[in-house]
């Protein structure tokens, strides 16, 4: 309960990504998950669908170092 939607994993980084529509909002767990997440220093994306798919797929390759 609380875990991203997506775990990408890529040159030697792991990026938790979290994907919730406009108006979607993170739940308690999520919240408490992405929180743990960033304490043990990794990556956690909150997309939105507004950001759309161009700039989520560039911050997550971004976030893993390809950019």
């Known amino acids: 309960k609380g875990i991203s939607d997506l775990t990408v994993i890529g040159n030697g980084r792991i990026v938790f ?8 909002s993170q739940s308690d767990a999520q919240k408490i998950f992405e929180n743990k997440v ?5 990556r ?3 997309a939105r669908s507004s950001d759309g798919v161009d700039q989520t797929i560039e911050t997550v390759l971004s976030a893993l170092g390809y950019q």
């Open 17 to 24: 990504l979290e994907l919730k529509t406009k108006t979607g």
């Open 38 to 42: 960033e304490q043990n220093g990794f």
């Open 44 to 46: 956690y994306i909150l």
